[in-house]
């Protein structure tokens, strides 16, 4: 079935802990990556990055940050 999916975009900023940077993923409704997003760490834990649900081919509906 197809989804029908909007336009969306957010800034996005979360306080880990510090450590080695982590990657975020884009992810589809089947769980698969559909791509690396940009993403940037500080050293005080700051994960910051852009939730677009079209910045891939196909929509983006969850993200995975991995470490």
């Known amino acids: 079935t197809p989804y029908l999916a909007r336009r969306g975009m957010a800034a996005l900023t979360l306080k880990l802990a510090s450590g080695a940077a982590p990657k975020v993923y884009a992810g589809d409704l089947g769980g698969h990556r559909i791509g690396e997003v940009k993403s940037s760490f500080q050293q005080d834990g700051t994960l910051a990055f852009t939730a677009d649900t079209f910045l891939f081919a196909t929509p ?8």
């Open 60 to 67: 983006c509906f969850v993200y995975e940050i991995v470490r």
